[in-house]
């Protein structure tokens, strides 16, 4: 039995799909638009489902994905008036559709008409500019509660992940904001005692516990915070900024070594080389590296390619 829903499935079937498959079969070249053609529909569908995910329209959906079943389980079943229902439903779904979905079909087209493209289609801003902008934030942050004599303790990860770490405290999982930052070291809030850690573009965790450096040379007058900012820097490459609580004075832990009192636009310069200037230098080195390689190997199988055909030729 055919389910009706709307259209003549048969007709539908034979003057579409069936003569699609011959018009490739004359055509194989048609493949390739084929596979273009599915490829942009299946994309747009993912961005549709990840703007409508975690909102109101994400229960509609599944109201109509239910919607669809029902009506083709009555006609399975023969249930001739609840299908005739259901089928008069959906013969009305474009327009119920365009109704229920007007919010982020208007937010969607805005997007198109806006500078906001390439956020529309899930394209996100390029790696280093977005760690740039992150450390912009960090340095805010830091600034303010330096102003305030907040003391703060804030680990940067880099390329040895600190996975240990981050498992002592309280996942957040947020993106970077000054705002946040601050508010996280409030004195007498829950997450203030402890060290906030950064790791891919995100504040992973919270009320982070950090081992305490203990080495002798260590001047006495380093509180448990600085030794802490130390101990970390140590063990792993992270970069930590430390505000004290008692003096204000921002201070900066990088590979064991304290630098100590640094202004802002200082602040920003060692964060800015260690993190970004670095990391995506030796990066863009690594892919030229590779892209030489890939040449030298093309350019040597195609002179092996000519010397075994020269080869062949003169037996």
Known sequence: MVIDLGMNWENFYRDNIVAYIKSLQSNPFELVTLILDLAIVCFLIYCFFKIVKGSRAWQLIKGIALLIVATALSGVLNLKILNWILTGIMNLGVIAIIVIFQPELRRALEQLGTNKLAKFFGIDKDLATKTKEDIYKIVIAATELAKTKTGALIVIERDIKIQDIIAT?????????????????????????????????????????????????????????????????????????????????????????????VREDVLKKILISNIVTK???????????????????IKKDKNTAKEEKSKKEEK
């Open 169 to 261: 405290g309280v996942p957040l999982d947020a993106d970077v904001s000054p705002q946040l930052l601050v508010n996280i070291f409030v004195p007498k809030t829950p997450l203030h005692d402890g060290a906030v850690v950064i790791s891919g573009n995100k504040i992973a965790a919270a009320a982070c516990v950090l081992p305490l450096a203990d080495d002798k040379d260590i001047a006495k007058e380093l509180g448990t915070r600085h030794r802490a900012a130390i101990g970390v820097s140590k063990e792993s490459d992270s970069i930590v900024v430390v505000v004290s609580e008692e003096t204000g004075k921002i201070s900066v832990a990088k590979d064991g070594t304290l630098i100590a009192d």
């Open 279 to 297: 990391r995506f230098a030796v990066e863009k080195k690594e892919r030229r590296h590779k892209l030489k390689n890939l040449k030298e190997k």
